[in-house]
């Protein structure tokens, strides 16, 4: 098997990954920590984590730590020792975590409703004419 066919395979495993209990929201730190791992070429490690945290966070190297094995444990990132250094792979990508997340909320506050939804999310303003570009679009494609 040739290495691209293995890499589209990997990448297959990670949008298809869920969780024991469904649609996980994630706290704001473990958000936050998630989005540096999703923007960085994987595996990553723990000092290239801390350089894209917002420095206003101040957090300490073992803050971080304990956040990335909490995730680890939670099952959305997979850790590999290198050295004397652990480096960290995501496990669910970004793309898969959003539209889990996106979709439960959904569900679970608008009983599934788009309407609904977007009638919360937009109210009397409505949509930009750009936005109902990007829905009519939508649904030619999927609808």
């Not at 609904?116 to 939508?138: H, I, K, N, P, R």
């Amino acid at each position: 098997m040739d290495q691209e066919r293995l890499s589209e395979q990997e990448e297959e495993k990670k949008e298809t990954a869920h969780h024991e209990d469904g649609a996980q929201k994630l706290p704001d730190a473990e958000l936050e920590t998630m989005l540096a791992v999703w923007n960085c070429e994987p595996p990553v490690t723990t000092a290239r984590i801390m350089r894209l945290i917002d420095p206003e966070r101040s957090w300490k190297t073992p803050t971080l730590i304990s956040f990335l094995q909490r995730l680890e444990k939670r099952g959305f990132l997979s850790s590999e020792k290198h050295g004397r250094e652990y480096v960290y792979e995501a496990k669910i990508s970004r793309q898969a975590y959003i539209g889990e997340l996106t979709r439960s909320f959904l569900l679970k506050a608008h009983g599934g409703s788009l309407f609904s939804f977007l009638t919360s999310a937009y109210g009397e303003e409505g949509l930009s004419g750009d936005a109902v570009d990007d829905l009519l679009l939508f649904l030619e494609r999927h609808g």
